[in-house]
């Protein structure tokens, strides 16, 4: 542990490569440390990011690599930050292979899990014909018989929404619906039927779904699941280092809370990505933000000693 970064970047996804590319073309000292556990590595391709509509999230992420390898002040690690703590005036943080970095800023990248339900079948299909959001996989299955597994309000939103996508809509409640008059009527003008027997497990075909199965032995036909789901941060990294979270939304449970220029409530410590996301996470916000991020941790650095010194 000889070296002090200028900067730790937690997380090699869309946020985290973003920050790398702008801290290696500000010439500041950057370890980027990459656990590979990015949420949509399972998807055929991403969905609604402009010049690289459809492209597979593997494809991108080995791209943003290249890129930042053509700038000497950031190394790109693969491992994982399962440690970190305030040592005086910066930061010292354990990697997954025993090694200590200290580090005057630490930008957290780290994203968020989902935590779908515990359904046979689910996991396999998950990223792709089993989605979450449909601004990322909708069209891949537009026109085709699809369904909504959630209840209450959200169930209402989701079904509505997916709606623009297909006009064969069963909303799957997994048991008694938790709907007042005004939610079905609003379900019924949509064509949305709605299906309140407990989900077994979902039958596919060729990794594909094909059928949801009800524990009474009877199938539907469908060839797309939207599953109502909520973000959790994957890391512990950020509890570690005492940051603030927001208020829980229905995308996030415990979001990193942060100011308009990304920082946390630990001076030095900044967010970007999935762990701020309040709303529904999208690889081009992930990357603007990253970003934004990795440019507020620049102008504080340069605030703290005056002036970055060059490679």
Not at 15 to 41: C, E, I, K, P
Not at 224 to 230: D, F, K, N, R
Not at 250 to 272: E, K, Q
Not at 281 to 292: D, E, M, N, W
Request: some cysteine; proline content about 5%; aromatic content about 4%.
């Amino acid at each position: 542990m000889t070296t002090t970064w200028d900067c730790v970047v937690v997380g090699g996804g869309a946020a985290g490569l973003s920050a790398g590319l702008v801290l290696g073309r500000a010439r500041r000292r950057t370890l980027l440390v990459d656990a590979g556990q990015q949420n949509n590595l399972a998807a055929h391709g991403i969905g609604g990011l402009l010049g690289h509509d459809g492209r597979p999230p593997g494809e991108l992420y080995e791209a943003g690599r290249r890129e930042i390898a053509a700038y000497p002040s950031v190394e790109v690690r693969t491992g994982e930050v399962v440690a970190g703590e305030r040592a005086g005036d910066v930061f010292e943080l354990e990697l997954s292979d025993g090694r200590r970095e200290r580090t005057r800023q630490v930008l957290l990248a780290t994203g968020m899990e989902y935590r779908p339900p515990a359904l046979p079948g689910l996991a396999e299909l998950w990223g792709r014909s089993v989605f979450h959001c449909p601004f990322c996989h909708g069209w891949e299955v537009r026109d085709q018989p699809l369904a909504v597994l959630a209840n209450g309000e959200r169930a209402v939103r989701a079904s509505l929404l997916l709606r623009g996508w297909s006009d064969d809509i069963v909303l799957l409640t997994g048991g008694p619906a938790k709907l007042d008059d005004a939610h079905r009527s609003r379900l019924a003008a949509a064509g949305v039927v709605i299906d309140e027997r407990p989900v077994a497990e979902l039958a596919s075909s060729a990794g594909e779904l094909e059928a949801v199965v009800f524990t009474d032995g009877t199938q539907l036909a469908r060839s797309g699941l939207l599953v109502a789901t909520t973000l959790h941060q994957r890391s512990q990294l950020s509890e570690q280092l005492g940051v603030g979270f927001g208020e829980p939304t229905l995308a996030a449970a415990n979001p990193i809370a942060v100011d308009a220029l990304y920082r946390t409530t630990v001076p030095g410590v900044f967010a970007a990505g999935d762990t701020i996301a309040t709303q529904m996470p999208q690889v081009a916000a992930a990357i603007a933000t990253g970003s934004l991020a990795a440019a507020s941790v620049v102008q504080s650095l340069a605030e703290d000693v005056g002036s970055p010194t060059p490679e």
